[in-house]
């Protein structure tokens, strides 16, 4: 009989690398015979030393790096420790789960790549307060802290992706930390999507319609270039399993207008080899550079029109929408390109004037 790990997991992890896609492991929760019965408790044992086999934790770890090494080279450890739903310890627990989990994970494969638990929003006391835990420990210097990765999570406004970023680089700085920084779920749900909703559909704080949704995506993927962040994960594919409209696709297979603006950031940001952030008057611009060719993203940040103009690197340019429909422009009579960036509608936060997806993206790709 096949253990629910070689028939579910395995065939999941085995499907992804035979398509190209890589996989982040996540390791979260604690079984009813490792703890109190609660998955969001500390597990039990975790301070004896890391190869003492009452260790739990540190067993599981060693043993399911060690049967997926092969196939998985990066693993999160747990899921959201900021939020008493996930993490019932305190952040100095989570600190020795973390360490606990890094040694055995490194015994098992020495190439293994550690991620910080996937913080929900900004967390960043709580950042600190771990990482005051480890300049506690000995040890945790030389081991750069126990961590590879520092990984978080947002479903906030778009603009997040940057400030967010740059507020966890700052405080991981202040303690002499310079790490790859991960978004590792990102996205905003749909409010008006019938095959949810039906015929009841309203405005929801903190939700888009479809087209803001394809918005976010796109201003997500640049926002989150401009910050530096080596990876973002769109949270999810598809609706299976959820009751709201997150995925990509519905749960029919069917592709959201999200879907498409995700195929065009891939198509047209994929080889950047940097970016930076630019705000303007009432809208907001990353420049993107790629082999042979400067993206420039657009979009407005609030209620009103904004007008643009951008200098010329080349006669003849692309300008790109969300969807990847594009059409060749011209500068104009003084020598610019001229963009007219529509509003921006999706006011769903906490006031009406809070937008947290800008307007309709453009892009104008020139040659470099």
């Not at 079984?31 to 039990?44: D, L, T, Y």
């Not at 680089?169 to 905003?188: D, F, N, V």
């Not at 790109?320 to 529509?342: C, F, S």
Request: charged fraction near 20%; charge should be neutral; proline fraction near 6%.
């Amino acid at each position: 009989m096949r253990t629910a790990l070689e028939s579910g997991v395995t065939r999941v992890v085995s499907a992804a690398a035979a398509n190209g896609l890589g996989v982040v492991g996540v390791l979260v929760g604690t079984p009813s015979w490792a703890g109190n019965g609660e998955a969001n408790q500390v597990p039990a044992n975790l301070s004896l030393p890391v190869t003492h086999p009452d260790n739990y934790w540190a067993r599981f770890v060693y043993n399911m790096v060690l049967h997926y090494r092969d196939q998985v080279r990066y693993w999160q450890i747990w899921n959201e420790p900021n939020l008493d739903q996930f993490w019932n310890g305190s952040p100095s627990d989570y600190y020795r789960l973390l360490k606990v989990a890094y040694q055995a994970a490194k015994a098992a494969d020495p190439k293994a790549q550690i991620l910080f638990g996937g913080l929900s929003g900004q967390a960043p006391s709580y950042l600190e307060q771990v990482l005051r835990a480890a300049e506690a420990d000995p040890e945790a210097r030389a081991a750069g802290y126990f961590f590879d990765i520092f990984a978080w999570h947002t479903y906030s406004r778009a603009v997040q992706h940057y400030d967010g970023t740059l507020s966890y680089r700052e405080t991981l700085a202040r303690h002499g930390l310079s790490k790859p920084i991960w978004i590792t779920e990102s996205h905003i749900p749909a409010w008006n999507d019938p095959s949810i909703c039906g015929t009841q559909c309203s405005p929801e704080q903190w939700h888009a319609t479809l087209e803001e949704q394809a918005a976010y995506v796109l201003q997500a993927y640049a926002y989150s270039l401009a910050a530096d962040v080596k990876h973002l994960s769109i949270y999810r594919a598809s609706d299976v399993g959820e009751p709201s409209a997150w995925g990509l696709l519905k749960a029919t297979g069917a592709p959201r207008p999200a879907y498409h603006a995700y195929a065009t950031a891939a198509r047209y940001l994929q080889d950047a080899e940097k970016a930076s952030l630019r705000r303007g008057d009432g809208y907001d611009r990353v420049d993107v550079f790629a082999p042979g060719r400067q993206i420039s993203l657009l979009w407005s940040r609030g209620p009103s029109m904004a007008p643009v103009r951008l200098e010329v690197r080349s006669q003849q340019a692309l300008l790109v929408d969300k969807y990847g429909k594009w059409l060749p422009v011209k500068p104009d009579q003084d020598g610019r390109y001229a963009l007219h960036l529509p509003a921006a509608t999706a006011n769903s936060g906490i006031t009406r004037g809070d937008y947290v997806v800008g307007g309709e993206p453009y892009m104008l790709v020139q040659d470099r």
